[in-house]
């Protein structure tokens, strides 16, 4: 698992930004610090809930001056739809092909679900040299960041 003080993982994918773009996250350092803020699967309950206080409290990670992005296995199109419902001022990262939360090794099963290989809900924040500066990693998906703890991290790295 990515800890404090790795690079992070680097990686291209789908951008759900209204549109459908591409990132790469070594092109976004200039950017940092990032806040990547992985979540199990859009439209659900608790996902809907985190990303909504992470845009109820964009302007204080701005004023932390960090860039924040979601990150689930949702396709870029469903992220874009939950985008738009939420009001989201941030941009949305699809990674269906699953590649970055493997790379960050962050997948889960839902068994009772029938639902597979998504991502733990988990929030990192990265640094202009790619360092890991903030992990963290809940087993339970009921269970949300501690915002405060995040966004102070986020000015920690800026």
Do not use: Q
């Not at 291209?12 to 070594?26: K, Y």
């Not at 699967?41 to 302007?59: N, W």
């Amino acid at each position: 698992m990515v800890s404090e003080g790795d690079t992070a993982p680097d990686f291209t994918a789908p951008l759900a930004n209204g549109d459908i773009g591409s990132v790469t996250l070594s092109e976004h350092l200039d950017d940092a610090p990032l806040v990547l803020a992985f979540f199990p699967g859009a439209f659900t309950s608790v996902c809907s809930h985190e990303m909504a206080a992470f845009r109820d409290r964009i302007a204080e990670v701005e004023d932390a001056g960090a860039t924040l992005y979601g990150i689930s296995v949702d396709s870029p199109f469903a992220l874009n739809e939950f985008r738009e419902k939420l009001e989201l001022p941030f941009d949305l990262i699809s990674d269906a092909e699953k590649e970055i939360v493997d790379a960050y090794d962050l997948t889960m099963d839902f068994d009772d679900l029938g639902v597979y290989d998504v991502a733990k809900r988990s929030v990192f924040v990265i640094d202009k040299d790619g360092e890991v500066t903030y992990a963290w990693v809940s087993d339970d998906p009921g269970v949300e960041p501690d915002y405060d703890e995040v966004i102070e991290a986020a000015a920690d790295a800026a």
